[in-house]
């Protein structure tokens, strides 16, 4: 298997991540913003979108992370697959909307709307919290690809002073526990200050 993508990447990281937790062997290809290579007629043959992660397995090309996730799990129950899904459709997006105002974009640019961001952000965690009274993690009473999903993000939430509630806080905990989370995750992010 190839994997393309940038290791400062949330989304690449998620791969990065689950391949470590599966004990699979991968080339790394980095590739994506300051290291280019993703405008290439060899990249172009693999996705129409000219992002990262994208996987390559044989014949196969996946994009999208968390479909390459499911791919790499062989499927994912309902309720993981449920908190996959709202990791991309609402969490993620209200996480990249704050990551941006408060890292990506350079101080004379920013909004200032980082505090309303913030609050909106924090709003989207209040289902997990909901969960997670009721599960040891996301997906259930195991870790799983739900975790990875909606995991990714949380070590940088943090790191910007993101405050969680007790059962997220919990979770976070757990999730830094885990070597890989560690090695992958919670690395610096400094190349991708504006
Ligand atoms: N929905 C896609 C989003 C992919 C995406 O937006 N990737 C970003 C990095 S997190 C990207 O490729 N940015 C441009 C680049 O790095 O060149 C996924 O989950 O894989």
């Known amino acids: 298997m190839i ?8 989304n690449v990281q ?3 991540w689950a391949l470590a937790e599966l004990s699979r062997p991968f080339e790394h290809r980095i590739v994506g913003d300051k ?8 990249f172009a043959a693999l996705t129409p979108v000219p992002r990262v992660p994208v996987l390559q397995d044989g014949d196969l090309a996946l994009w999208e992370s968390h479909a390459i996730l499911r791919y790499l799990a062989g499927g994912v129950p309902p309720l ?4 996959m899904e709202y990791a991309t459709s609402s969490l993620q997006p ?6 941006y105002e408060r890292v990506r ?3 004379a640019k920013r909004q200032g709307n980082a505090a309303e961001l913030e609050a909106a952000f924090q709003a989207g965690l209040a289902p997990l919290e909901w969960q997670l009274e009721k599960t040891s993690w996301l997906g259930g009473e195991s870790f799983g690809m739900a975790d990875i999903a909606a995991g990714a993000m949380m070590y940088r939430a943090h790191d910007m002073g993101v405050s969680f509630g007790p059962e997220v806080a919990r979770w976070y905990g757990q999730l830094c526990e885990r070597a890989a989370y560690r090695e992958i995750v919670m690395t610096s992010y400094e190349e991708l200050r504006g």
């Open 80 to 83: 993981a697959d449920q908190w």
């Open 3 to 10: 994997l393309w993508g940038r290791p400062s990447s949330v």
């Open 94 to 99: 209200a996480f990249i909307r704050l990551f």
């Open 105 to 107: 974009t350079p101080p």
């Open 14 to 16: 998620k791969v990065l």
């Open 35 to 42: 290291y280019g290579g993703t405008d290439t007629p060899e």
